[in-house]
């Protein structure tokens, strides 16, 4: 099959930095119009910290977006998730599903072994999340074909 790669989302990375720059700006002003130096000292802890955050989040998250870094590779033998540094290979995997929480939406990962159930939230890889799911199945089925474990051998895969 090959290998399929999705990258960073940039529409994502954008918003998450207007997002910051916003609510930097709301506290700035919130300290300019208080004019009191107890405010101040609160403000100014408030915006280091949400600069700290953003610092964090561009090297993380929007670089690799700018850079069209992958952020979900697929191959024969297993997925890379890069956003949270996750490998699971597709021999120790149960089931796979497609879930959403109030937040994210997410493949699910039963596997076999101590670590029961992994997600990895699609927000940051850019693609329709539907089809993103549906060529994780198909890697992972041929993965299942390649091991002979859906009736066919290694000589019938095409």
Known sequence: MGTTTFVYSKTVGFTGLAFFAGFMSVFLVLGFIANDSKLWMFVSFIEI?????????VRRCLVPAIKNQPALLLDEEKLTFYVTGSVIYWKDVVEISFDKSRYTKYLSFDLLGDKKNIGLGLTWVRGNNKEIYETVLAYFEASLKED???????DDVV
């Open 49 to 57: 910290s949400i600069l700290v955050s953003l610092v964090f989040f």
């Open 148 to 154: 002979g474990q859906l009736g066919y051998t290694k």
